[in-house]
Nanobody, 115 residues
Framework: QVLLVESGGGLVQPGGSLRLSCAASPSLFSINRMGWYRQAPGKQRELVARITSGGSTYHADSVKGRFTISRDKNTVYLQMNGLKPEDTAVYYC???????????WGQGTQVTVSS
């Protein structure tokens, strides 16, 4: 069983920045791909960004140029700059683990962009 613990959410004004972190434990598991999803009220959960164990990244068009995903071993980060009100959502960390790519989710962290 892998536990994903997220941190870094909060309230920020439009144009501001936040950095989300997600640490996976225990570290003995092989984590293949990690990513961030978000879900706004009344909307489906959507992929924001993901990064492979080799460092290849993908960013959704809606965040490209503003958000950057990075990874250090079993911790994944999401640097969010130029935040907009439409970025308001619960952000979830995701990890694919082991040879079977077992799917794990964090508990979610709230990001609110408002003046």
């Amino acid at each position: 069983q892998v536990l994903l613990v997220e941190s870094g959410g909060g309230l920020v004004q439009p144009g501001g920045s936040l950095r989300l972190s997600c640490a996976a434990s225990p570290s003995l598991f092989s984590i293949n791909r990690m990513g961030w999803y978000r879900q706004a009220p009344g909307k489906q959960r959507e992929l924001v960004a993901r990064i492979t164990s080799g460092g290849s990244t993908y960013h959704a068009d809606s965040v490209k140029g503003r958000f950057t995903i990075s990874r250090d071993k079993n911790t994944v980060y999401l640097q969010m700059n130029g935040l907009k009100p439409e970025d308001t959502a619960v952000y979830y960390c995701n990890a694919l683990v082991g040879i079977d790519n077992a799917n794990y989710w964090g508990q979610g962290t709230q990001v609110t962009v408002s003046s």
